[in-house]
């Protein structure tokens, strides 16, 4: 079973169905057999780098609402946040564009380290307060995570350097008709959309094994053959 999670590293809901997807899977007898690959969205490509306004400030313009509003309804999905154990500290949080870190996780997939940077990118930014928007940053998160700094750096520092594949990703999801964040196909065939509660996790990957995985082969426990008709033909074979 494969499932492609497509989301945005400072998406709110994207970490928490994530979280919820993970807690499904642990509970999933199949899970083993199961592979997960995020693909990359930018809720807002066009959304500038870190200027030092509050997630708050940046929420109340784009809304057209007050200030407190905007901490209440952030508010609300930290509540949300807490029930899969996730801390959010909206306060320190930094608003930035997150091409290059998607472009960062493209680099670390190539690796095989795609699932640790996008936890550690997901957790910079909504718990730890860090500005993934900044390249050193980027390059010091995926060195936690194995890859070498230096390295990195001179990826991040071309910004043609995995953009087509974050691209392709994008223009995956157009054709999807993606229209928000987190979105989840499963075997190219269904789809949940949002951070659904975890009940709706576990029915789906349950469904889905139900209707896609392979059927059992029988272990034929016979001791005699010639005993059954087949092909239009019951005659019993004389013995010698």
Request: one cysteine or more; a negative charge; proline letters at 5%.
């Amino acid at each position: 079973m494969k499932i492609e999670v497509w989301s945005d590293y400072v998406c709110p809901f994207c970490y928490i169905g994530k979280r919820r997807l993970e807690l499904a899977l642990e509970q999933f007898p199949h899970k083993d057999e199961v592979e997960v690959e995020f693909k990359a969205f930018e809720l807002d490509p066009n959304s500038p780098p870190y200027k030092g306004e509050s997630i708050h400030d940046v929420l109340a313009k784009k809304y057209r609402m007050s200030v407190e509003q905007a901490k209440q309804a952030n508010q609300n999905v930290g509540q949300q946040a807490a029930t899969v154990g996730l801390s959010y500290q909206f306060d320190e949080m930094k608003p930035t564009n997150t091409f290059d870190a998607h472009r960062l996780a493209k680099f670390a997939e190539t690796k095989g380290k795609a699932a640790e940077v996008s936890e550690k990118l997901l957790q910079a930014y909504f718990t730890e307060g860090k500005n993934i928007g900044d390249l050193d940053t980027l390059a010091d998160l995926a060195e936690t995570s194995g890859l070498d700094r230096k390295e990195v750096l001179n990826v991040l520092q071309d910004k043609t350097v995995f953009a087509n594949e974050v691209r392709a990703d994008e223009a995956v999801a157009q054709q999807y008709q993606i229209g928000g964040v987190p979105y989840f196909v499963i075997n190219s065939k269904y789809a949940i959309s949002g951070a659904q509660p975890l009940e709706t996790f576990k029915g789906a990957l349950q469904k889905v094994w139900e209707e896609e995985a392979p059927k059992p082969v029988f272990q034929d426990l016979s001791t005699e053959q010639d005993v059954s008709c087949a092909d239009g033909n019951c005659l019993i074979p004389e013995k010698e």
